[in-house]
């Protein structure tokens, strides 16, 4: 794995966040992905192990990561290459400049977001700070990525993302609901500093209408069952082909 000073090295959040998708394992091969998608790339770790992940097993499979940081787009490009697969990288603020282009088309969406709380000045700043710097609770850049999320996934989307216990994430999943979207805890993880919960949604086309008045708390028990700057693309492997 490459590595840069200003670009979040792999830490209990991305190795939970991995651990998620190895637990998922399954079910992602028989969803049979064609775009899977990372927002907030950092080290590449994460979007290479999906590429390893799924490996030969599912045909035709693209993928494509995004970051703000254009060193954490670099050492990305390292990473992938390193392990023999491929990516298109874009430098850009979550999905600006690409939402109408992939409207409706990620099937597999990935996210570590910065959700550290932190003032409100620390988000969206250059270099490495932009990685954990969540603002008020650590809501400002997730509260941003949700409806990001909303527009790019397919029918059949899925999103996993992780999310801190300051973050409200009995509150998140209620906000996704009204947007039509089921969702559980695939992983949960306490460190010494952090308590860290995984979550998956998917829509739910089924029960869209019946549970949007649902309240926040009856969450938890649900839950337990900037512009376009430039792009890299990865080189193309064996692992990417039939």
Not at 17 to 41: F, K, Q, Y
Not at 98 to 109: C, F, I, K, P, T
Request: some cysteine; glycine content about 8%.
């Amino acid at each position: 794995m490459s590595s840069h000073q200003e670009v979040y090295e792999p830490c209990d959040d991305s190795f939970a966040l991995v651990d998620a998708l190895l637990a998922d394992r399954n079910n992602l091969l028989e969803h049979h992905p064609t775009l899977c998608m990372e927002i907030g790339c950092g080290s590449g770790y994460v979007i290479t192990s999906l590429a390893l992940i799924l490996g030969q097993e599912v045909c035709g499979i693209n993928y494509i990561a995004t970051d703000i940081n254009p060193h954490a787009v670099r050492v990305t490009h390292e990473t992938l290459e390193a392990h023999g697969v491929g990516a298109e990288l874009i430098v850009t603020d979550i999905a600006s400049g690409l939402e109408d282009r992939l409207a409706g088309l990620v099937d597999v969406m990935v996210v570590n977001p910065p959700y550290v709380p932190t003032p409100e000045d620390e988000v969206g700043v250059e270099g490495i700070t932009s990685s954990w710097a969540g603002g008020e609770n650590g809501r400002s850049v997730i509260n941003k990525i949700l409806p990001v999320a909303d527009r790019l996934l397919s029918e059949k989307g899925w999103l996993y993302m992780v999310t801190l216990t300051e973050n409200n994430p009995s509150e998140i999943c209620h906000q996704m609901r009204k947007k039509g979207y089921a969702s559980k805890i695939v992983v949960q993880r306490s460190t010494e500093e952090e308590s860290l919960h995984i979550i998956k949604f998917w829509r739910d086309f089924d029960t869209e209408a019946n549970e949007t008045d649902q309240s926040a708390s009856g969450f938890i028990g649900l839950l337990t069952q900037i512009p376009l700057l430039s792009y890299w693309r990865g080189t193309n492997s064996d692992n990417n082909k039939c």
